[in-house]
Protein backbone atom coordinates (compact mmCIF):
# COMPACT_ATOMS: atom_id res chain seq x y z
CA UNK A 1 0.00 0.00 0.00
CA UNK A 2 1.00 3.75 -0.77
CA UNK A 3 2.39 5.73 2.30
CA UNK A 4 -0.07 8.58 2.35
CA UNK A 5 2.50 10.93 3.17
CA UNK A 6 4.93 10.03 0.34
CA UNK A 7 4.66 13.38 -1.87
CA UNK A 8 4.12 12.79 -5.65
CA UNK A 9 7.16 13.35 -7.93
CA UNK A 10 7.37 16.48 -9.44
CA UNK A 11 7.89 14.82 -12.85
CA UNK A 12 4.83 12.78 -12.64
CA UNK A 13 2.11 14.30 -14.83
CA UNK A 14 -1.74 15.00 -12.48
CA UNK A 15 -3.66 11.63 -12.87
CA UNK A 16 -6.35 11.69 -15.41
CA UNK A 17 -9.80 11.85 -13.66
CA UNK A 18 -11.51 8.22 -15.16
CA UNK A 19 -14.60 9.37 -17.96
CA UNK A 20 -17.57 7.48 -16.66
CA UNK A 21 -19.94 9.89 -18.46
CA UNK A 22 -22.13 7.01 -20.39
CA UNK A 23 -25.58 8.02 -22.53
CA UNK A 24 -27.90 9.11 -18.98
CA UNK A 25 -25.31 12.17 -19.21
CA UNK A 26 -24.99 12.96 -23.13
CA UNK A 27 -28.75 12.62 -22.57
CA UNK A 28 -29.31 15.08 -19.74
CA UNK A 29 -26.59 17.27 -20.68
CA UNK A 30 -26.74 17.11 -25.12
CA UNK A 31 -29.41 16.25 -26.02
CA UNK A 32 -32.15 17.10 -23.43
CA UNK A 33 -31.10 20.85 -23.36
CA UNK A 34 -31.67 20.90 -27.31
CA UNK A 35 -27.50 22.02 -27.10
CA UNK A 36 -27.20 18.68 -30.07
CA UNK A 37 -26.23 19.40 -33.61
CA UNK A 38 -26.77 15.53 -35.15
CA UNK A 39 -23.54 14.93 -35.94
CA UNK A 40 -23.61 11.58 -35.49
CA UNK A 41 -20.17 11.57 -33.27
CA UNK A 42 -22.02 9.34 -30.69
CA UNK A 43 -23.75 6.61 -33.32
CA UNK A 44 -20.44 6.31 -35.08
CA UNK A 45 -18.39 5.92 -31.77
CA UNK A 46 -21.24 3.18 -30.74
CA UNK A 47 -20.20 -0.20 -30.33
CA UNK A 48 -23.10 -2.01 -29.49
CA UNK A 49 -25.28 0.29 -32.97
CA UNK A 50 -27.79 1.16 -30.51
CA UNK A 51 -27.64 4.59 -31.33
CA UNK A 52 -29.53 5.70 -34.62
CA UNK A 53 -30.41 9.10 -36.15
CA UNK A 54 -34.07 10.54 -36.35
CA UNK A 55 -35.89 12.78 -39.05
CA UNK A 56 -34.64 15.59 -37.52
CA UNK A 57 -30.90 14.72 -36.77
CA UNK A 58 -31.76 13.91 -33.25
CA UNK A 59 -29.95 10.87 -31.65
CA UNK A 60 -31.73 8.29 -29.95
CA UNK A 61 -31.12 4.96 -28.43
CA UNK A 62 -32.70 1.94 -29.80
CA UNK A 63 -35.75 0.13 -27.60
CA UNK A 64 -33.83 -2.90 -27.24
CA UNK A 65 -30.83 -1.17 -25.05
CA UNK A 66 -33.31 0.74 -22.97
CA UNK A 67 -32.69 0.10 -19.52
CA UNK A 68 -36.16 -0.32 -16.96
CA UNK A 69 -38.01 1.00 -19.76
CA UNK A 70 -36.20 4.67 -20.20
CA UNK A 71 -34.79 6.09 -22.66
CA UNK A 72 -32.48 8.35 -21.63
CA UNK A 73 -30.55 4.91 -19.69
CA UNK A 74 -28.68 2.22 -21.61
CA UNK A 75 -28.16 -1.17 -20.82
CA UNK A 76 -24.57 -1.09 -21.94
CA UNK A 77 -23.72 2.48 -20.75
CA UNK A 78 -24.86 0.88 -17.16
CA UNK A 79 -22.18 -1.78 -17.72
CA UNK A 80 -19.66 1.06 -17.94
CA UNK A 81 -19.74 1.69 -21.80
CA UNK A 82 -18.55 5.31 -21.89
CA UNK A 83 -17.72 5.61 -25.73
CA UNK A 84 -20.91 8.07 -26.84
CA UNK A 85 -19.92 11.09 -24.50
CA UNK A 86 -16.22 10.71 -25.55
CA UNK A 87 -17.12 11.34 -28.84
CA UNK A 88 -19.92 14.25 -28.11
CA UNK A 89 -18.42 17.39 -29.79
CA UNK A 90 -21.03 19.49 -27.33
CA UNK A 91 -20.08 17.46 -24.44
CA UNK A 92 -18.31 19.21 -21.43
CA UNK A 93 -14.85 20.84 -22.16
CA UNK A 94 -15.13 19.98 -26.14
CA UNK A 95 -13.46 23.26 -27.30
CA UNK A 96 -10.61 23.21 -25.59
CA UNK A 97 -9.81 19.56 -25.62
CA UNK A 98 -10.13 19.60 -29.35
CA UNK A 99 -7.65 22.50 -29.21
CA UNK A 100 -5.47 20.57 -27.33
CA UNK A 101 -5.67 17.40 -29.64
CA UNK A 102 -4.71 19.74 -32.97
CA UNK A 103 -2.44 22.36 -31.37
CA UNK A 104 -1.04 21.50 -28.54
CA UNK A 105 -2.60 24.20 -26.43
CA UNK A 106 -6.04 25.55 -25.74
CA UNK A 107 -6.92 29.03 -27.99
CA UNK A 108 -6.70 31.97 -26.32
CA UNK A 109 -10.60 33.73 -25.85
CA UNK A 110 -8.67 36.93 -24.85
CA UNK A 111 -6.93 36.85 -28.40
CA UNK A 112 -9.29 38.81 -31.25
CA UNK A 113 -6.78 36.93 -34.09
CA UNK A 114 -8.36 33.69 -32.24
CA UNK A 115 -11.89 34.56 -32.43
CA UNK A 116 -12.09 31.96 -35.37
CA UNK A 117 -9.66 29.37 -33.85
CA UNK A 118 -5.99 29.17 -34.08
CA UNK A 119 -5.16 29.02 -37.56
CA UNK A 120 -1.56 29.28 -39.73
CA UNK A 121 -2.72 31.09 -42.58
CA UNK A 122 -6.03 32.53 -44.56
CA UNK A 123 -5.78 31.67 -48.40
CA UNK A 124 -7.68 32.67 -50.94
CA UNK A 125 -8.61 29.49 -53.31
CA UNK A 126 -9.60 28.12 -56.72
CA UNK A 127 -9.57 25.16 -58.65
CA UNK A 128 -7.99 25.60 -62.03
CA UNK A 129 -10.03 23.01 -63.75
CA UNK A 130 -13.05 25.04 -64.85
CA UNK A 131 -15.22 21.71 -64.59
CA UNK A 132 -14.48 21.66 -61.06
CA UNK A 133 -15.29 25.46 -60.35
CA UNK A 134 -18.41 25.29 -62.20
CA UNK A 135 -19.88 22.94 -59.88
CA UNK A 136 -18.38 23.97 -56.83
CA UNK A 137 -19.82 26.83 -54.62
CA UNK A 138 -17.42 29.31 -54.75
CA UNK A 139 -14.01 28.25 -55.86
CA UNK A 140 -14.50 24.50 -55.96
CA UNK A 141 -11.52 24.35 -53.40
CA UNK A 142 -13.17 21.19 -51.53
CA UNK A 143 -13.95 19.45 -54.72
CA UNK A 144 -10.44 19.72 -56.02
CA UNK A 145 -9.12 18.99 -52.62
CA UNK A 146 -11.11 15.86 -52.39
CA UNK A 147 -10.52 14.31 -56.23
CA UNK A 148 -6.79 15.35 -55.87
CA UNK A 149 -6.56 13.44 -52.05
CA UNK A 150 -8.21 10.51 -53.76
CA UNK A 151 -6.23 10.57 -56.73
CA UNK A 152 -3.10 9.91 -54.95
CA UNK A 153 -4.53 7.36 -52.78
CA UNK A 154 -3.99 9.68 -49.48
CA UNK A 155 -7.40 8.66 -48.88
CA UNK A 156 -9.92 5.83 -49.91
CA UNK A 157 -13.16 7.14 -49.54
CA UNK A 158 -15.19 11.05 -48.57
CA UNK A 159 -18.06 11.87 -47.03
CA UNK A 160 -20.25 14.21 -48.71
CA UNK A 161 -23.31 15.52 -48.95
CA UNK A 162 -26.09 14.48 -51.90
CA UNK A 163 -28.61 16.13 -53.05
CA UNK A 164 -31.94 15.10 -55.09
CA UNK A 165 -34.11 17.17 -57.24
CA UNK A 166 -36.05 18.33 -54.65
CA UNK A 167 -33.56 19.54 -52.90
CA UNK A 168 -32.96 16.72 -50.08
CA UNK A 169 -29.39 16.69 -48.88
CA UNK A 170 -28.26 12.91 -47.92
CA UNK A 171 -25.10 12.10 -46.40
CA UNK A 172 -23.31 9.59 -48.86
CA UNK A 173 -19.87 8.50 -49.87
CA UNK A 174 -17.87 9.40 -52.89
CA UNK A 175 -14.96 7.12 -54.18
CA UNK A 176 -14.55 9.00 -57.58
CA UNK A 177 -14.11 12.22 -59.18
CA UNK A 178 -17.05 11.54 -60.43
CA UNK A 179 -19.14 11.16 -57.24
CA UNK A 180 -17.27 14.43 -55.84
CA UNK A 181 -18.85 16.78 -58.31
CA UNK A 182 -22.09 15.19 -57.78
CA UNK A 183 -21.80 16.44 -54.47
CA UNK A 184 -20.34 19.85 -55.14
CA UNK A 185 -22.07 23.03 -54.36
CA UNK A 186 -23.83 24.23 -50.89
CA UNK A 187 -27.47 23.25 -49.46
CA UNK A 188 -28.84 24.91 -46.19
CA UNK A 189 -30.28 22.44 -44.70
CA UNK A 190 -28.39 19.85 -42.27
CA UNK A 191 -26.78 17.01 -44.02
CA UNK A 192 -24.93 14.98 -41.40
CA UNK A 193 -22.39 13.78 -43.29
CA UNK A 194 -20.28 11.31 -41.03
CA UNK A 195 -23.87 9.24 -40.80
CA UNK A 196 -22.01 7.97 -44.01
CA UNK A 197 -18.99 6.52 -42.30
CA UNK A 198 -20.62 3.19 -41.65
CA UNK A 199 -21.07 2.95 -45.20
CA UNK A 200 -17.45 3.27 -45.88
CA UNK A 201 -15.88 0.81 -43.46
CA UNK A 202 -18.36 -1.57 -45.12
CA UNK A 203 -17.15 -0.81 -48.33
CA UNK A 204 -13.36 -1.31 -47.53
CA UNK A 205 -12.38 2.11 -47.04
CA UNK A 206 -9.26 3.10 -44.17
CA UNK A 207 -8.62 6.58 -44.87
CA UNK A 208 -11.64 8.73 -45.00
CA UNK A 209 -12.02 13.00 -45.89
CA UNK A 210 -14.78 14.33 -43.93
CA UNK A 211 -16.57 17.25 -45.07
CA UNK A 212 -18.70 19.21 -42.83
CA UNK A 213 -20.00 22.34 -40.72
CA UNK A 214 -17.82 23.06 -37.44
CA UNK A 215 -20.47 20.60 -35.42
CA UNK A 216 -19.30 18.02 -37.71
CA UNK A 217 -15.10 18.93 -37.88
CA UNK A 218 -14.94 19.10 -33.95
CA UNK A 219 -15.82 14.87 -34.10
CA UNK A 220 -12.72 13.46 -34.55
CA UNK A 221 -10.04 16.06 -32.93
CA UNK A 222 -12.11 15.01 -29.44
CA UNK A 223 -12.65 11.76 -30.50
CA UNK A 224 -8.86 11.04 -30.57
CA UNK A 225 -8.08 13.12 -27.38
CA UNK A 226 -10.99 11.00 -25.08
CA UNK A 227 -9.38 7.73 -26.77
CA UNK A 228 -11.94 6.46 -29.40
CA UNK A 229 -9.08 6.26 -31.31
CA UNK A 230 -10.46 3.29 -33.82
CA UNK A 231 -13.33 5.63 -35.69
CA UNK A 232 -10.62 9.01 -34.73
CA UNK A 233 -7.93 8.35 -36.47
CA UNK A 234 -10.34 6.59 -39.64
CA UNK A 235 -10.58 10.30 -40.56
CA UNK A 236 -7.40 11.01 -42.62
CA UNK A 237 -8.37 14.99 -43.34
CA UNK A 238 -11.28 16.91 -42.30
CA UNK A 239 -13.29 19.63 -44.24
CA UNK A 240 -14.70 22.09 -42.28
CA UNK A 241 -17.26 24.51 -43.74
CA UNK A 242 -17.92 27.90 -42.48
CA UNK A 243 -21.45 28.04 -41.48
CA UNK A 244 -23.51 29.96 -38.97
CA UNK A 245 -26.82 28.01 -39.34
CA UNK A 246 -28.40 25.61 -41.29
CA UNK A 247 -32.80 25.30 -42.13
CA UNK A 248 -34.91 22.83 -40.99
CA UNK A 249 -36.71 20.70 -43.82
CA UNK A 250 -39.88 22.62 -43.74
CA UNK A 251 -38.21 25.61 -44.83
CA UNK A 252 -38.37 24.75 -48.52
CA UNK A 253 -42.02 23.96 -48.48
CA UNK A 254 -42.63 26.65 -45.21
CA UNK A 255 -41.02 29.36 -46.96
CA UNK A 256 -39.99 29.29 -50.34
CA UNK A 257 -43.44 27.42 -51.83
CA UNK A 258 -45.58 29.15 -49.02
CA UNK A 259 -44.60 32.58 -49.39
CA UNK A 260 -42.90 32.79 -52.85
CA UNK A 261 -44.62 30.19 -54.94
CA UNK A 262 -41.39 28.17 -55.84
CA UNK A 263 -41.34 24.49 -55.96
CA UNK A 264 -38.79 22.64 -54.99
CA UNK A 265 -37.57 21.74 -58.86
CA UNK A 266 -38.16 25.36 -59.67
CA UNK A 267 -34.39 26.24 -58.30
CA UNK A 268 -31.23 25.29 -59.51
CA UNK A 269 -28.69 26.73 -57.28
CA UNK A 270 -29.21 28.39 -53.87
CA UNK A 271 -26.39 30.67 -52.28
CA UNK A 272 -26.28 33.16 -49.17
CA UNK A 273 -24.24 36.03 -49.99
CA UNK A 274 -26.16 38.58 -47.41
CA UNK A 275 -29.18 37.23 -48.56
CA UNK A 276 -30.77 33.92 -49.58
CA UNK A 277 -29.93 33.97 -53.35
CA UNK A 278 -31.73 31.59 -55.99
CA UNK A 279 -31.55 30.94 -59.16
CA UNK A 280 -34.34 29.41 -60.64
CA UNK A 281 -35.40 27.22 -63.63
CA UNK A 282 -35.58 29.17 -67.23
CA UNK A 283 -39.53 30.56 -67.26
CA UNK A 284 -40.21 31.23 -63.54
CA UNK A 285 -39.14 34.45 -63.42
CA UNK A 286 -38.11 37.34 -66.09
CA UNK A 287 -33.93 37.26 -64.29
CA UNK A 288 -34.26 33.21 -63.59
CA UNK A 289 -33.39 34.90 -60.14
CA UNK A 290 -34.37 35.40 -56.57
CA UNK A 291 -33.32 37.12 -53.66
CA UNK A 292 -34.76 36.22 -50.64
CA UNK A 293 -33.97 38.76 -47.31
CA UNK A 294 -32.56 36.35 -44.52
CA UNK A 295 -34.45 37.82 -42.20
CA UNK A 296 -37.57 35.95 -43.91
CA UNK A 297 -35.54 32.87 -42.97
CA UNK A 298 -34.36 33.12 -39.59
CA UNK A 299 -38.24 31.49 -38.05
CA UNK A 300 -36.68 28.17 -40.00
CA UNK A 301 -33.33 27.74 -38.24
CA UNK A 302 -32.76 24.23 -36.49
CA UNK A 303 -32.93 23.90 -33.04
CA UNK A 304 -29.09 22.85 -32.55
CA UNK A 305 -27.55 25.78 -34.70
CA UNK A 306 -29.16 28.78 -32.44
CA UNK A 307 -26.65 27.84 -29.33
CA UNK A 308 -23.73 26.90 -31.62
CA UNK A 309 -20.93 28.68 -31.09
CA UNK A 310 -18.35 27.87 -34.00
CA UNK A 311 -18.89 29.58 -37.32
CA UNK A 312 -15.18 29.20 -38.40
CA UNK A 313 -15.01 25.18 -38.21
CA UNK A 314 -12.23 25.67 -36.03
CA UNK A 315 -10.98 22.09 -35.87
CA UNK A 316 -10.92 21.25 -39.31
CA UNK A 317 -7.59 20.59 -40.81
CA UNK A 318 -8.87 23.56 -43.38
CA UNK A 319 -12.13 25.22 -42.97
CA UNK A 320 -13.62 26.99 -46.17
CA UNK A 321 -15.93 29.41 -46.70
CA UNK A 322 -17.76 31.87 -49.67
CA UNK A 323 -17.49 35.12 -47.52
CA UNK A 324 -15.75 38.05 -49.27
CA UNK A 325 -15.44 40.47 -52.53
CA UNK A 326 -15.00 37.04 -55.04
CA UNK A 327 -17.62 34.77 -55.73
CA UNK A 328 -15.29 32.50 -57.51
CA UNK A 329 -13.34 31.90 -55.22
CA UNK A 330 -13.14 29.65 -51.28
CA UNK A 331 -11.80 31.73 -48.01
CA UNK A 332 -9.34 29.13 -46.78
CA UNK A 333 -8.62 28.74 -42.80
CA UNK A 334 -5.50 26.80 -42.90
CA UNK A 335 -5.20 25.03 -39.75
CA UNK A 336 -2.91 22.26 -39.38
CA UNK A 337 0.56 21.13 -41.34
CA UNK A 338 -1.32 18.71 -42.91
CA UNK A 339 -3.76 21.01 -44.18
CA UNK A 340 -0.63 23.29 -45.29
CA UNK A 341 0.97 20.53 -46.96
CA UNK A 342 -1.90 19.38 -49.46
CA UNK A 343 -2.28 22.93 -50.31
CA UNK A 344 1.42 23.49 -51.53
CA UNK A 345 1.25 20.12 -53.52
CA UNK A 346 -1.95 20.99 -54.91
CA UNK A 347 -0.26 24.64 -56.28
CA UNK A 348 3.03 23.14 -57.06
CA UNK A 349 0.93 20.99 -59.49
CA UNK A 350 -1.09 23.72 -60.87
CA UNK A 351 -4.08 22.45 -59.76
CA UNK A 352 -5.07 25.73 -57.46
CA UNK A 353 -4.43 29.00 -57.74
CA UNK A 354 -3.69 30.97 -54.83
CA UNK A 355 -3.78 34.20 -53.09
CA UNK A 356 -3.27 35.83 -49.58
CA UNK A 357 -6.45 37.09 -48.23
CA UNK A 358 -5.07 39.45 -45.48
CA UNK A 359 -3.55 40.86 -48.85
CA UNK A 360 -6.14 40.32 -51.41
CA UNK A 361 -9.28 40.47 -49.60
CA UNK A 362 -8.97 42.13 -45.61
CA UNK A 363 -12.82 42.67 -45.94
CA UNK A 364 -13.09 38.95 -45.81
CA UNK A 365 -10.71 38.22 -42.72
CA UNK A 366 -12.88 41.04 -40.66
CA UNK A 367 -16.17 39.32 -41.68
CA UNK A 368 -14.37 35.77 -40.68
CA UNK A 369 -13.94 37.52 -37.57
CA UNK A 370 -17.06 39.19 -36.75
CA UNK A 371 -19.27 36.44 -37.80
CA UNK A 372 -17.45 33.79 -35.21
CA UNK A 373 -17.31 36.52 -32.79
CA UNK A 374 -21.14 36.61 -33.23
CA UNK A 375 -21.40 32.68 -32.99
CA UNK A 376 -19.69 32.83 -29.73
CA UNK A 377 -22.22 34.48 -28.16
CA UNK A 378 -24.72 32.01 -28.84
CA UNK A 379 -22.98 29.39 -26.58
CA UNK A 380 -25.59 29.34 -23.75
CA UNK A 381 -24.23 26.51 -21.00
CA UNK A 382 -21.70 26.47 -18.09
CA UNK A 383 -18.62 24.05 -18.90
CA UNK A 384 -19.11 22.36 -15.36
CA UNK A 385 -22.39 21.44 -15.50
CA UNK A 386 -23.51 21.28 -18.96
CA UNK A 387 -26.85 23.06 -17.83
CA UNK A 388 -28.34 26.14 -19.84
CA UNK A 389 -27.52 28.16 -16.28
CA UNK A 390 -24.95 31.13 -17.75
CA UNK A 391 -23.28 32.62 -20.61
CA UNK A 392 -20.06 30.36 -20.26
CA UNK A 393 -17.80 30.04 -23.30
CA UNK A 394 -16.34 26.81 -23.69
CA UNK A 395 -12.74 28.61 -24.39
CA UNK A 396 -11.43 27.66 -20.97
CA UNK A 397 -10.89 24.37 -19.31
CA UNK A 398 -11.75 24.29 -15.38
CA UNK A 399 -8.75 24.70 -13.89
C1 LIG B 1 -25.05 24.62 -44.46
C2 LIG B 1 -23.91 25.48 -44.92
C3 LIG B 1 -23.79 26.77 -44.43
C4 LIG B 1 -22.73 27.57 -44.86
N1 LIG B 1 -22.62 28.84 -44.37
C5 LIG B 1 -21.59 29.62 -44.77
C6 LIG B 1 -21.46 30.95 -44.28
O1 LIG B 1 -22.30 31.42 -43.49
N2 LIG B 1 -20.40 31.69 -44.69
C7 LIG B 1 -19.47 31.17 -45.56
O2 LIG B 1 -18.51 31.88 -45.91
N3 LIG B 1 -19.56 29.92 -46.03
C8 LIG B 1 -20.59 29.14 -45.67
N4 LIG B 1 -20.70 27.87 -46.14
C9 LIG B 1 -19.62 27.32 -47.00
C10 LIG B 1 -19.82 27.60 -48.47
O3 LIG B 1 -21.19 27.54 -48.84
C11 LIG B 1 -19.04 26.58 -49.33
O4 LIG B 1 -19.37 25.26 -48.94
C12 LIG B 1 -17.54 26.74 -49.15
O5 LIG B 1 -17.14 28.05 -49.47
C13 LIG B 1 -16.78 25.75 -50.04
O6 LIG B 1 -16.95 26.12 -51.38
P1 LIG B 1 -16.22 25.26 -52.49
O7 LIG B 1 -16.61 25.81 -53.82
O8 LIG B 1 -14.77 25.19 -52.16
O9 LIG B 1 -16.87 23.84 -52.20
P2 LIG B 1 -17.47 22.73 -53.19
O10 LIG B 1 -16.39 22.26 -54.08
O11 LIG B 1 -18.74 23.21 -53.78
O12 LIG B 1 -17.77 21.55 -52.14
C14 LIG B 1 -18.74 21.73 -51.14
C15 LIG B 1 -18.83 20.48 -50.30
O13 LIG B 1 -19.79 20.71 -49.26
C16 LIG B 1 -20.65 19.59 -49.13
N5 LIG B 1 -21.97 20.06 -48.67
C17 LIG B 1 -22.86 20.78 -49.37
N6 LIG B 1 -23.93 21.06 -48.63
C18 LIG B 1 -23.74 20.47 -47.45
C19 LIG B 1 -24.52 20.38 -46.26
N7 LIG B 1 -25.71 20.94 -46.13
N8 LIG B 1 -24.00 19.70 -45.21
C20 LIG B 1 -22.79 19.11 -45.31
N9 LIG B 1 -22.01 19.16 -46.42
C21 LIG B 1 -22.48 19.84 -47.46
C22 LIG B 1 -20.72 19.01 -50.53
O14 LIG B 1 -21.06 17.64 -50.51
C23 LIG B 1 -19.30 19.26 -51.07
O15 LIG B 1 -18.45 18.19 -50.79
C24 LIG B 1 -21.78 27.06 -45.78
C25 LIG B 1 -21.93 25.76 -46.27
C26 LIG B 1 -22.98 24.97 -45.87
C27 LIG B 1 -23.13 23.58 -46.42
S1 LIG C 1 -23.88 16.62 -30.66
FE1 LIG C 1 -23.37 14.88 -31.98
S2 LIG C 1 -22.26 13.43 -30.65
FE2 LIG C 1 -23.32 14.91 -29.32
S3 LIG C 1 -25.27 13.92 -28.81
FE3 LIG C 1 -25.64 15.21 -30.61
S4 LIG C 1 -25.33 13.83 -32.39
FE4 LIG C 1 -24.43 12.83 -30.60
S1 LIG D 1 -24.59 26.48 -37.07
FE1 LIG D 1 -23.61 25.15 -38.57
S2 LIG D 1 -21.83 24.38 -37.46
FE2 LIG D 1 -23.25 25.11 -35.94
S3 LIG D 1 -24.59 23.39 -35.37
FE3 LIG D 1 -25.60 24.46 -37.03
S4 LIG D 1 -24.95 23.34 -38.85
FE4 LIG D 1 -23.50 22.86 -37.24
Excluded at 54 to 62: K, N, R, Y
Excluded at 74 to 93: I, N, Q, S, Y
Aim: hydrophobic content about 35%.
Amino acid sequence: MNNPTTPTPPSAAPKKERWKANWSQLWEEVVDTEICTGCSGCIVACPKNVLTLDDGWHPALHRDAWHESDPSTCTHGERGCTLCTRACPRFRAWEPQADIHLHGRQRNPDAPEEVAGIYKSLLLLNATDPNITRQGQDGGFVSALLIYCLERGYIDAALVSYVDDEWNARPGVAWTRDDVLRAAGSRYTYSSNLAAYAEAIEEGAEKIALVGMGCQSSVAPIMMERGVRKAGKRIALNIGLLCSKTFSEDFLDGLLLDRYGLERRDITRMDIKGVLQLQLREGINEENYLEVPLKECHAFTRLGCTTCPDFSAEHADISVGGIGGFDNRSLAVVRTDYGAQLIDEMVRAELLEMADAFADDPKAVKLLNILSKGSRKRWPVSVESGRPEEHAAPGLLPS
